[in-house]
């Protein structure tokens, strides 16, 4: 399924962050801190992808984790608000929005 995540079909990656999703939601126990790094940066290409159905999914799972696994992204913060950054000067406001949740998570949960 993670391989998925870096499939070059923007369908296979969107399912693939539903399925990540249904696992952040009811088996969060199997994501462990040493897999993080990995998700994080996986879900973070697809942030930035061009295609915006795709790029709001993955900040939604970015979400999810987020209130999900909390210290376990701290390794990543810089990394994650780089991203989100330069995703916050979009001009769809349906994917800024995102970006504003996907703030708040973290100030909540990490650091």
């Given amino acids: 399924m993670m391989e998925n995540l870096t ?4 369908q296979i990656g969107f399912e693939a962050l539903n399925k990540l999703r249904r696992i ?5 126990e199997l994501i462990t801190s040493q897999h993080t790094h990995s998700i ?8 930035e992808s061009a295609r915006s159905s795709l790029s709001k999914n993955a900040m939604i799972t970015l979400n999810e984790l987020t209130n999900k696994v ?4 701290d390794a990543d913060l810089d ?10 000067a979009d001009t769809n406001s349906f994917i800024t929005e995102e970006v504003k949740k996907a703030f708040v998570s973290l100030a ?4």
Avoid at 40 to 47: G, N, P, R, S
């Fill in 79 to 88: 990394f994650i608000f780089g991203k989100l950054i330069k995703k916050a």
């Fill in 40 to 47: 994080v940066q996986d879900i973070l290409k697809l942030v």
């Fill in 24 to 28: 952040i939601e009811n088996h969060s």
């Fill in 7 to 10: 499939s070059e079909d923007w």
């Fill in 70 to 73: 909390r210290r376990m992204l």
């Fill in 108 to 111: 909540e949960n990490c650091g």
